[in-house]
């Protein structure tokens, strides 16, 4: 096997790998939007269940006791 054929197939290889880790990049990026999504989601709900149960500021939002 000659050089450039060694060099070509690391090439194809690392090229390969490059497309791998495109993919898997690709595909978590999708899933952290839609996590985020579902977070703010759950914030929102949790702030509005807040509100609606006491009327009080959501804890998030008050200062801890011992300030």
Do not use: C, F, N, Y
Not at 13 to 18: E, F, I, N, P, S
Not at 42 to 60: F, H, I, K, N, S
């Amino acid at each position: 096997m000659s050089d450039t054929e060694k060099l070509e197939e690391m090439l194809a290889h690392l090229t390969r790998q490059v497309e791998d880790l495109s993919d898997v990049v690709a595909r978590q990026d999708g899933e952290i939007a839609v996590l985020t999504r579902r977070v703010a989601m759950l914030m929102q709900r949790e702030a509005e269940r807040e509100v609606d149960g006491g009327g009080t500021v959501p804890l998030a939002d008050q200062k801890p006791p011992h300030w």
